[in-house]
């Protein structure tokens, strides 16, 4: 295909999406329960495939599915189990977000190391896991929202 009919392929392609937006539009506002948290849908890291697949490189909904697999592993594992991650355990939440390996948690603060294993701590931690959820619209489960309003771990 030449760049020409490239292009007008991608005007077509955009034109069709305009006509369908305009026709959900025309509708009624179907924006309206966008920010109403309680309607979105719940990903649950230890059932429910992300979105789209997680990559550090790729663009802002990719990188905010590689934050929510990495924090909501953790908070997961520390919520159900009442236990730290082991390092072959946050080693493997890094790899699940889209990372080589486990050197993905550097580039983080939120979490705390204890005798038992690694936790999301109370402030960071679960204030990204929160942000990141919130933004791809997606509801933490229900037992870790309760377990992190409660106020998460105690050292």
Do not use: C
Not at 127 to 139: E, G, V
């Amino acid at each position: 295909m030449s760049t020409q009919e490239d292009l007008r392929q991608v005007v077509a392609d955009h034109r069709a999406l305009a006509d369908r937006l305009e026709r959900l539009l025309e509708k009624g506002d179907w924006t309206e329960n966008l920010d109403d948290e309680s309607s979105w849908p719940v990903f649950d890291p230890e059932k429910d495939e992300p979105d789209v697949r997680p990559d550090i490189n790729g663009d802002r909904t990719q990188r905010d599915w590689v934050s929510i697999l990495l924090w909501s592993k953790l908070a997961a594992l520390n919520a159900r189990e009442h236990r730290g991650a082991s390092r072959d355990e946050y080693i493997q939440f890094s790899k699940d977000a889209g990372y080589r390996d486990g050197r993905g948690w550097n580039a983080w603060s939120g979490y705390v190391d204890l005798a038992d294993g690694r936790w999301i701590d109370n402030e960071n931690g679960l204030n990204s896991l929160r942000t990141y959820y919130r933004r791809q619209r997606r509801a933490i489960p229900a037992d870790i929202a309760a377990w992190a309003d409660g106020g998460g771990f105690a050292q």
